[in-house]
């Protein structure tokens, strides 16, 4: 069963695809187009297959380029699909794989991505807050602009970090979490940037 831990947010404190040309050349040749979200995840022994959409005004034929590939995926120049089933002896973190493709003329590039290999069943936590009303000092709350949700493996010690740049969201699902305790923390923040105190710790077990 999912568990939704909720957040207790204090007061706001007020104190206090790459691509760079037009689409085309001077030749009057049209760039190729590339897009797609690349998994980022996948656990050893099963398969991970990604491959992007690209396509070319002008019809001409495309070659795929890849780097950083990592060394058990399989990587298809005339599709650009990369896929390939790691062992346990790969687990760990890729990055900055980066998927190209050309007409011969112009290039043009997904995102730099990286694929983290799980040896374990990856678990998901929602956590729920409501928003902030008021200032420090009583005031009405009138510019909140969103919330930094915390978390890490170790009580009040939180490693890594989640910007929501949306005032309006009040729910948030983390997912991607291999079997840990965890331990959860938010703070609001206004438009000057500036961040409330630390809401109260939720503790979640992902098995």
Known sequence: MRKTLILLLTSSVLFGCLDSGNGGDQSGNSSP???GNPPSAVLFNETYSFQPTASDRDGDPLTFQISNKP???DFN??????SGSPAVGDVGTYSDIAISVTDGVASRSLPAFGITVNQAALGTVTLSWQAPTQNAD????TDLAGYIVYYGKRSGTYDSEIRIDNPSVTTYVIDQLSPATYYFAAASFNSAGVESELSGEAIQTVN
């Open 33 to 35: 187009t590339i897009s």
């Open 71 to 73: 060394g058990w995926a």
């Open 77 to 82: 120049t005339s599709t650009g699909r990369l």
């Open 138 to 141: 009583g005031s009405w709350l």
